[in-house]
Nanobody
């Protein structure tokens, strides 16, 4: 089984930056598409970003495109989400997830493993 642990969340002012990390266990980490999702209180969980097995292909939600960048280091079993120009509406618990599918997807039902999340709070 794959275990995921997020870190890097915190409190930041609007316009600031944070970098989230997701460390995965298991020898087969490089065979998984990785995704980032977020959920604010009282709202549904939304797709944020996805990255391919090799890290050569990424896919972003329109709401974060141009501001967020996902990358991965398979040698370290780690996926990153660099978040720049943060807005109040980015406030949420951020989750990383792993999928056994080959193609990038925004459908959370196609992700098999999930971390427990890390809180990101953006103040005005």
């Amino acid at each position: 089984q794959v275990q995921l642990v997020e870190s890097g969340g915190g409190l930041v002012q609007a316009g600031g930056s944070l970098r989230l990390s997701c460390v995965a266990s298991g020898r087969a980490f490089s065979r998984h598409v990785m995704g980032w999702f977020r959920q604010a209180p009282g709202k549904e969980r939304d797709f944020v970003a996805a990255i391919s097995w090799t890290g050569g292909e990424t896919y972003y939600a329109d709401s974060v495109k141009g501001r967020f960048t996902s990358s991965r280091d398979n040698a370290k079993n780690t996926v990153y989400l660099q978040m720049n120009s943060l807005k109040r509406e980015d406030t949420a618990v951020y989750y990383c997830a792993a999928s056994s599918r080959v193609l990038l997807t925004s459908n959370e039902d196609l992700y098999d493993y999930w971390g427990l999340g890390t809180q990101v709070t953006v103040s005005s």
